[in-house]
């Protein structure tokens, strides 16, 4: 199990860009799970690239009961992170 843990796997190394996302709603992954990766990661990674955690109140894993146009509000954070990775501005 220890082979394919991620947190336990982390090493002092380069790290490409990351958004870290986290509900404080989900029942699978408890919040701080990513908090604690984020954590462990930033005193690790050796590069300048952006390493950021996005925690929102309502989120879990599951979301099937939300109004209709809700997930484009949850995912716009996310596509502007890959937006401005790609260097597209505006």
């Known amino acids: 199990m220890k082979s394919y843990c991620p947190y336990t ?13 986290t509900g404080l709603n989900d029942s699978q992954v408890m919040y ?15 590069d300048a690239n952006p390493l950021l ?3 929102q109140h309502g989120r879990g894993t599951w979301r099937r009961f939300r109004p209709r146009y809700d997930y484009l509000r949850e995912d716009c954070p996310g596509l502007c992170f890959l937006l401005t990775q790609l260097g597209i501005k505006e």
Do not use: C, D, F
């Open 32 to 46: 701080w799970e990513p908090a604690k990766y984020v954590a462990k990661m930033r005193t690790l990674k050796t």
């Open 53 to 55: 955690l996005e925690s």
């Open 9 to 21: 796997n982390l090493g002092r190394k380069a790290y490409p860009a990351i958004l870290a996302r």
